[in-house]
């Protein structure tokens, strides 16, 4: 996909001061760059909060009009290690997951035709790291999405009860990271006869050097961007054949 008109990016955040100073810096690099063309503006927007989601959708309808998103990446997230009372664990599933899929939910309908939906994951979600009972409940090809939501239920409940024998990834986070995956895949299922053509896809940008992944991390961001970058321009009939599949390295990777 070549942008042959004028780009409107924008980039939002639960903290104000840090999306505008992120949106600064942004258009400073793409001046310094020449992206003619392109343009960023910030939106406050916390996944967790359905009012702060519906603020925003109602914002771009009153900009834009309908049908105004040609890409939506989903890449808010959070690991959160606390273990008392199990707050960081619940936390965890709620933001990556319920609110990945809060989002998605309440924009899908102002997807653009042609629009494309890209899920940041990880491949800590790897269905390996759960026991083949539950990879089979994850991988089934009929699930359905209350299906999943029971799955990431089941796993809250059965971490927080103290005897855990489920097979889920002791790690929150990557149970969460396999719910985006398998949620990105469900939705290719169920929009695959929309009229618009919508793409989904879900990738893992690798272990990068931001804030999440600390300093010891072996990528920049520049380098971290390039497989969301890929799902983002490369040409549409190209990757429509892949729908609902996950990438790494900007090819199709197992999961």
């Known amino acids: 996909m070549r942008i042959t008109e004028p780009t409107l990016v924008y980039l939002t955040s639960r903290s104000e001061s840090a999306g505008e100073s992120a949106v600064a810096n942004v258009m400073k690099v793409s001046e310094a760059k020449r992206a003619a063309g392109v343009t960023a503006k910030y939106h406050q927007l916390d996944i967790n909060d359905e009012v702060s989601i519906r603020k925003f959708r109602e914002d771009l309808l009153k900009e834009h009009g309908e049908r105004c998103i040609d890409v939506l990446v989903n890449n808010a997230g959070v690991m959160d290690n ?140 520049e380098m971290g961007v390039q497989t969301p970058i890929h799902l983002v321009t490369e040409d549409y009939s190209r990757l429509l054949a892949y729908n609902g599949m996950y990438f790494t390295r900007k090819t199709v990777d197992k999961f």
Not at 106 to 131: A, P, Q, T, W, Y
Not at 210 to 221: N, Y
């Open 82 to 221: 606390t273990v008392e009372e199990n707050k960081g664990l619940k936390e965890t599933i709620e933001t990556n997951y319920y609110g990945t899929k809060r989002v998605t939910e309440i924009l899908l309908d102002l997807m653009n035709e042609k629009g494309r939906i890209v899920f940041i994951s990880s491949m800590m979600g790897e269905l390996s790291n759960h026991s083949s009972e539950v990879q089979e409940k994850f991988s089934a090809a009929d699930l359905q999405v209350q299906e999943l939501d029971n799955l990431m239920e089941d796993f809250v409940k059965s971490k927080c009860s103290g005897v855990d024998n489920s097979g889920y990834c002791a790690n929150p986070y990557s149970t969460s990271k396999t719910g985006v995956t398998m949620y990105a895949r469900i939705l290719a299922r169920d929009y695959a006869n929309d009229p618009r053509g919508l793409l989904f896809t879900s990738c893992h940008p690798g272990w990068v050097k931001t804030d999440m992944g600390g300093p010891d991390a072996p990528l920049s961001v």
